[in-house]
């Protein structure tokens, strides 16, 4: 006799299928029939849990949300030096990507679709780098420094771009052309450039900013 799940059961499997379906196709390219079918429901029964497509879209990406990790603690048990505080910021965002490679593919799905509520979801979800980089470049920076202001407004965005282009290497990528090296290597090996890039040239990220994988 097969278990006859519970509302919450149905809703949480509704929601799981319609995560994978728009990590793989994006919100456009997935239809309420194609979820129903994924879960062998009728759309009458996913519309009792869901009134529209972009609803259940939207509790997709509340449920990012929900696991939105929390660099406070980074910050205090991975000291408080600059390159240390975004090396082990960095590593938190990449193993949450890592454990669930759904989230960048939906924010580079929502890329492409230009839906302007999903870009703001995950431009949030990188407002603590660029917050975290531009207050840090602007204690390290001299104050006399070419462009400055210009530097720091561009550093966070770059950084985020180069972590992107990192896990879309390391996770979604058929075969993987850095094997040998590990996304927690990279991450490291990433932010030490990036400080180089931006005119910090003697640093060195501590062993405490390194995260076991």
């Known amino acids: 006799m097969s278990h006859r799940l519970s509302g919450p059961e149905r809703r949480e499997t509704i929601l799981s299928a319609a995560q994978g379906l728009f990590a793989d196709k994006g919100f456009h390219g997935v239809s309420i029939d194609e979820i129903a079918r994924a879960v062998n429901v009728s759309p009458a029964i996913l519309y009792r849990h869901f009134d529209s497509k972009q609803t259940l879209y939207t509790a997709v990406l509340e449920k990012f949300a929900s696991q939105r990790q929390s660099y406070v603690d980074t910050i205090v048990n991975h000291g408080t030096r600059f390159e240390d505080a975004l090396a082990g910021m960095t590593q938190v965002y990449i193993e949450n990507i890592a ?87 990279l991450s490291n090996e990433l932010v030490v450039l990036f400080l180089r890039s931006i005119g910090i040239n003697k640093t060195h990220i501590s062993r405490k900013a390194t995260i076991s994988s």
């Open 99 to 185: 454990k669930n490679p759904d989230i960048l593919k939906i924010e580079l799905h929502s890329l492409l679709e230009g839906n302007p509520a999903t870009l703001a979801f995950f431009q949030n979800r990188w407002k603590s780098f660029t917050d975290y980089i531009e207050f840090g470049l602007n204690e390290l920076l001299p104050y006399d420094l070419p462009n400055r202001e210009k530097t720091i407004l561009t550093a966070g965005l770059m950084f985020q771009g180069m972590v992107r282009e990192a896990l879309i290497q390391k996770c979604l990528q058929p075969q993987d052309r850095l094997i040998d090296l590990s996304l927690y290597e």
